[in-house]
């Protein structure tokens, strides 16, 4: 069965400063998609990037990145110049080929302070 | 941002009272999902449909149906609410192909059974 880890339930950064969350991942599949979801105070999922499994390119918008270790099973953002807006929860999430269902972590809770 | 609305935003409801929650879309998507989201438990499937008509259960489905009688509309009923039940409610919609292959969510309801 495919699973997804986040295991850092609570991380803090400080307003400009760059911030890794982590996520690995468990699967069989070749052909996946991987996601970063962000859950801010209002509640409101919001996709903030993907990447594809048969890309070796690391996906990146804006100031959003993502570190993908295949061969690792390793999937990390990357924030950059974090802002306070940022302040939100961070879920991962893992998509194998054509089954749509989403596998998710439990996410990880990321403070930026002033 | 993705057409989706989900009705009520807010619902309060008595133990073994029915109640239904609508998520409404204009994107035209295929896919349709039911999660609830709890404290330590991350995002849970409960239902999604791959058309109209066409539905099946995800890993927490017990105690709750849906119904889609038209692309835009999956109706979630829960059949007899419990307090267990009380958990804020995601819909989420996905496309076929590339782009539009990831989950975009609605606003959530926010359920409480007393």
């Known amino acids: 069965a495919q699973t997804v880890t986040q295991s850092q339930p609570e991380m803090s950064v400080q307003e400009a400063e760059t911030v890794t969350l982590s996520c690995t991942y468990d699967t069989s599949e070749s052909n996946y998609y991987l996601f970063w979801y962000k859950q801010p105070p209002s509640r409101q999922m919001i996709l903030v990037i993907r990447?594809?499994?048969?890309k070796q390119q690391n996906a990146t918008e804006n100031r959003f990145s993502v570190n993908f270790q295949k061969a690792a099973k390793s999937f990390s953002l990357k924030i950059s110049d974090s802002q306070l807006g940022d302040t939100a929860m961070y879920f991962c999430?893992?998509?194998?080929?054509?089954?749509?269902?989403?596998?998710w972590g439990l996410g990880t809770s990321l403070a930026v302070n002033p | 941002d993705a057409g989706i609305t989900q009705s009520p935003r807010h619902k309060v409801t008595e133990t073994g009272t029915p109640v239904t929650l609508r998520c409404h879309q204009t994107?035209?998507?295929?896919?349709m999902y039911w999660y609830r989201q709890d404290p330590g438990h991350g995002l849970r499937l409960i239902h999604y449909?791959?058309?109209?008509?066409?539905?099946d259960k995800g890993e927490v489905s017990d105690g709750y149906s849906v119904s889609r009688s038209k692309t835009e509309d999956f109706l979630l009923t829960l059949e007899s609410a419990t307090s267990s039940q009380t958990s804020v409610y995601f819909c989420?919609?996905?496309?076929?192909?590339?782009?539009?292959?990831?989950?975009?969510f609605g606003p959530g309801t926010r359920l409480t059974v007393t």
């Open positions: 449909s791959y058309g109209v008509k066409d539905t």
């Open positions: 999430a893992f998509r194998a080929g054509n089954n749509r269902k989403l596998i």
């Open positions: 989420a919609i996905s496309g076929s192909a590339p782009p539009h292959y990831e989950q975009y």
């Open positions: 990447q594809e499994a048969y």
């Open positions: 994107e035209n998507h295929r896919y």
